[in-house]
């Protein structure tokens, strides 16, 4: 085996257990559990607000004073999909004109069929309380 192979495979040894050491030591320093396609909207109440899926069903929104400690932030689950929907993806909260909007992707267990859904606050002051459904 000419060297360059041999050094090669030892670069990728020694990274393969650089990176399984390093993933089963990190501590994440905001939250205790996984926050994929994390969204973090700053309203003018001075709380920070981030959805994050529950379940990949329903969505769970949490508010915080502090960007960088969200162990203590009050959260509320504020969506949960009917029968027949499923796959939730990416849940966003916005607040245009005077309303607070919750967006997000679904399916119906067919990744082809994934759409995008909106839900709107039904008190505009309260972004953690009832939401509008959607329509099938």
């Known amino acids: 085996m000419p060297p360059s192979k041999y050094l090669f495979g030892i670069f990728v040894a020694v990274l393969v257990r650089f990176e399984s050491n390093f993933a089963a030591q990190f501590h994440n320093p905001l939250a205790d559990f996984m926050w994929p396609d994390p969204y973090c909207y700053l309203h003018t109440d001075g709380f920070y607000y981030m959805p994050r899926q529950l379940n990949n069903r329903g969505v769970t929104l949490f508010k915080s004073a502090s960007l960088t400690n969200w162990r203590d932030a009050e959260s509320a689950v504020i969506y949960t999909a009917p029968e027949g929907l499923m796959g939730l993806w990416a849940p966003e909260i916005h607040f245009v004109n005077g309303n607070f909007y919750l967006y997000f992707a679904m399916d119906t267990g ?4 994934h759409r995008m859904y ?3 606050a039904l008190d505009p002051n309260n972004p ?7 329509k099938k």
């Open 118 to 120: 909106v839900i709107r």
């Open 110 to 113: 067919n990744n082809a069929a």
């Open 128 to 134: 953690m309380g009832n939401y509008t459904s959607e």
